[in-house]
């Protein structure tokens, strides 16, 4: 069973949520951040690397000082204020006329370390390295998780009452992509203590996005306990350090979206050469200049010289029964990207590329047209039960496999780890 509890949130007043809130710090590069950042944004303490002229290392230590120097600026400002009272609160986000409703929670750091909070993606050192650096010198967990949680009807009622009780603190929708964004904040102690006693039989959390905040969280958080202790400190396991932040979704809300892939050059193969080969594990179909989208599993396209092929997998090749085996992204890279196009590793060969199903399927064509790559492969998304089972079973999905949307807005609300 999973511990959850309400915090203090450190957040804009209304009138300023629109400015503060950002994309988080993985979504964009440095230029890109500069260019998108108002005076208030969250950019200039996710990313504050944006302040210097030229840009400089993300990870120097100056970058991490102007992080810092940033935040206590946002909060010498007033443009980001700690509730006096600790709150959970709703997050809804609005993408092509879908509402999904998030609890915005702090979820505790053992419940990761013994398995609770389940994870379906590995994470590399440094990265987590990264983001405990943020996480020490802050002193609070400035961007949230991304979690799902098994659907339970008594959450889905309360999340409606309050939604539809009052009006949310922030509402507005975000530039670029269009996603509306909505913000409640549930001040009711009855309905503060339930939520964390339904929250306390639900057996897991399913990490979403953010592998790697979560790991840094949990290490920041284990790290406290070990100095509290060596301190000579009586330890609870209920002190704020324990705690991270994370928007939980219930799990039928949620969409992943395809996560696909280009590849620079054709292992040495002239593009017939290629084709003939595939026929060896796929059933491959012309399909001409028009854009041709997979419309199930084990249903693959791919975007070779100025045309579409449909890619379907012959029975066989695959196991239904294996749950990375049956998996899209698995099938491609082995009768694929390894058996004919020398791929082995998917995390360090620099020929590969991967783009998000939000750019678009002309995005594919584009970077083959341009000369930039050779062919492009797109994917039929992953489904959230194939992410649990996977999670369930100890399992961990190959690189570049889910993608969710939409992302989480950074900056409506912070987690700090003081009292």
């Known amino acids: 069973m999973v511990q959850i509890k309400p915090f203090k949130g450190i957040r804009p007043p209304a009138a300023w949520a629109k400015e503060v809130a950002s994309r988080p710090y993985d979504v964009l590069n440095s230029a890109e951040a500069k260019a998108e950042a108002g005076e208030k944004s969250l950019l200039h303490i996710i990313k504050p690397e944006i302040d210097f002229d030229p840009i400089i290392d993300e990870h120097s230590t100056q970058a991490y000082d102007q992080a810092v120097a940033n935040f206590k600026t946002w909060k010498a400002n007033g443009w980001l204020v700690q509730d006096d009272k600790e709150h959970y609160y709703v997050y809804a986000q609005t993408m092509d006329g879908r509402t999904q409703y998030g609890l915005v929670a702090a979820c505790h750091f053992q419940d990761y370390v013994d398995g609770k909070i389940k994870k379906h993606e590995l994470t590399r050192p440094d990265k987590e390295e990264d983001r405990m650096i943020h996480v020490r010198n802050q002193n609070a967990n400035i961007e949230p998780v991304f979690f799902a949680y098994p659907a339970q009807d008594e959450m889905d009622t309360i999340i409606r009452q309050v939604t539809a009780s009052k009006a949310p603190e922030y509402d507005f929708v975000a530039e670029g992509d269009g996603f509306g964004h909505k913000f409640w904040v549930i001040d009711d102690p009855e309905t503060i203590a339930r939520i964390t006693e339904i929250f306390a039989r639900i057996p897991a959390l399913y990490v979403a996005d953010g592998h790697h905040r979560t790991a840094a969280a949990a290490r920041v958080g284990a790290e406290k306990k070990e100095a509290l202790l060596k301190a000579g400190g009586t330890y609870t396991g209920t002190e704020e350090f324990n705690y991270f932040l994370a928007v939980i979704f219930p799990d039928n809300q949620l969409k992943i979206i395809d996560y696909n892939r280009v590849v620079r050059d054709l292992n040495g193969l002239t593009p017939t050469q290629l084709l003939s080969a595939l026929e060896a594990d796929f059933i491959v179909t012309k399909k001409g200049k028009e854009i041709y989208k997979p419309t199930e599993l084990h249903d693959f396209a791919m975007y070779l010289g100025g045309e579409w092929y449909e890619l ?3 029975p066989g090749t695959y196991d239904d029964s294996d749950p990375i085996g049956v998996l899209d992204v698995t099938i491609l890279s082995n009768l694929a990207l390894d058996k004919i196009l020398g791929i082995k590793d998917l995390r360090t060969d620099k020929r590969i590329d991967f783009v998000g199903g939000i750019r678009g399927l002309k995005e594919l064509a584009d970077r083959v047209d341009s ?19 996977i999670a369930d079973t100890g399992n961990i999905m190959p690189p570049k496999t889910t993608w969710f949307e939409p992302k989480l807005r950074s900056g409506l609300v912070i987690h700090s780890l003081d009292e």
């Open 312 to 314: 379907k997998a012959k």
């Open 371 to 389: 000369g930039e790559m050779a062919v492009a492969f797109a994917l039929y998304p992953v489904s959230m039960k194939q992410l649990i089972d």
